[in-house]
């Protein structure tokens, strides 16, 4: 069994040249599960429960790195690598708060349905993991819950919304996804192109490279900004992505002999030049950064290549900058498990949102005394329930139709 769910865990779209990567719960889809009601049971409601807005609303930036875990970090740090890959971003995450699961470098677990980019960020901003068979290209249909996200919360409260990304947002069904949930405004590959930012038939990597998205990211956050109204920016990047990232032609020096290893390298640098570039505009006072990344690095085999011991714990990174004034952790920091859907509370925490009983969707806030339910259940009993079937979880599904592989052009994001 565990065997033909790896080899189908991954799916290659011949006709497209595709790879859709780890998108399909394919226990789910070939032994499907006892009927549950723990979603139902656990899943909180943030229309149910009381959310105390400051009087200022905070900017939100939110950054969602492609496949970036702890493991990049030296051993010494807490990581799994013989060298440091991100010290830049490890300095940025000193100044910042950062939940560990060690007394080191550490974060949070991934769960099903969260192992892909549109399931990461599903699960951060609303709580609850992807569970539905979606997202390739000769699939006609896909299936997302209806919970509510952050995108919709912020909606409400008078926030313009905007997500920026290198590839075509059709793919993943993330123009679907953030278009239904906060009304965002998508700025795509095909909104670049189309847009005046690329000529009308740049396409690179998964669309554009990092390099030229930070740059309209300073842009597009200069103009948000100059609206005087709160906003909620999404940025996710992609040149880390498997098989092996894309190292940009900018980067000279090449320490490493796995691309990946300089892909890294050079990504978090880029990522924290951005963050301090944010730090001296006239808009960060009131603007909290979440970093996180979307998922762990796909290919398994890169780490038994540079050396990562079998036994090392995998995490995602996470770290949040300038919280709102008076928001910090009431216990650890350290030592905490957690997983992706307690981003979803801690985001909105770390804006200054109070949150009666700590808990929306699946998640807990992590700057609470409120344990998580990893803490309660433990990751392995929580990724199992999650796997069951639950009638309240196919309540929230909501269908469309999606362009086929012949309508469609440019690449699913894993």
């Not at 947002?169 to 906060?182: N, V």
């Not at 700057?367 to 009638?391: H, I, K, M, P, Y």
């Amino acid at each position: 069994v565990r065997r033909v769910a790896a080899v189908t865990g991954v799916l290659a779209v011949a006709a497209t040249g595709t790879w859709f990567t780890r998108a399909l719960p394919v226990k789910e889809i070939l032994f499907p599960a006892a009927p549950s009601t723990f979603i139902e049971d656990n899943y909180v409601d943030p229309g149910s429960v009381q959310l105390s807005w400051p009087t200022q609303k905070r900017n939100l930036i939110q950054i969602f790195l492609e496949s970036y875990e702890n493991t990049f970090y030296s051993t010494v740090q807490g990581g799994g690598m013989p060298v440091d890959l991100m010290p830049d971003l490890a300095e940025l995450t000193e100044e910042s708060i950062s939940f560990s699961s060690t007394e080191l470098k550490g974060g949070f677990h991934q769960l099903p349905g969260a192992t892909f980019t549109v399931g990461g960020l599903l699960a951060q901003t609303s709580g609850v993991a992807l569970k539905s068979p979606v997202l390739a290209t000769d699939i006609q249909q896909f299936n997302f819950p209806d919970f509510a996200t952050v995108g919709d919360l912020l909606k409400e409260q008078g926030y313009t919304n905007e997500i920026m990304m290198a590839a075509n947002a059709d793919f993943g069904a993330k123009r679907d996804l953030f278009q239904d949930h906060g009304a965002f405004k998508i700025f795509d590959h095909v909104y670049a192109t189309q847009n005046g930012y690329l000529p009308e038939d740049y396409s690179v990597w998964w669309g554009y490279e990092d390099d030229k998205m930070y740059e309209f990211a300073k842009q597009e956050l200069t103009q948000l900004a100059a609206q005087g109204d709160p906003f909620y920016f999404i940025l996710e990047n992609a040149d880390t992505h498997f098989p092996d990232g894309y190292l940009s032609e900018e980067v000279t020096e090449r320490p490493h002999a796995e691309q990946l290893s300089n892909v890294v390298l050079h990504s978090q640098q880029q990522v924290t030049a951005l963050v301090r570039w944010i730090q001296e505009q006239p808009f960060y006072d009131n603007t909290t950064i979440v970093i996180t990344g979307d998922h762990l690095y796909m290919d398994d085999s890169y780490f038994e290549r540079v050396g990562v011991s079998a036994d090392y714990d995998r995490t995602v990174v996470n770290l949040i900058v300038n919280p709102a004034p008076g928001v910090t952790a009431e216990g650890p920091v350290t030592n905490r498990s957690f997983t992706s859907v307690d981003i979803f509370p801690t985001t909105l925490a770390a804006m200054g949102v109070g949150i009666k009983g700590d808990r929306l969707g699946l998640g807990t806030n992590m700057f609470s005394l409120s344990q998580t339910l990893a803490e309660e259940l433990g990751v392995d009993s929580l990724s199992e329930r999650l796997n069951d079937s639950s009638e309240f979880y196919n309540a929230h599904i909501k269908v469309k139709i999606v362009p086929s592989a012949d309508e469609a052009q440019g690449t699913i994001t894993g």
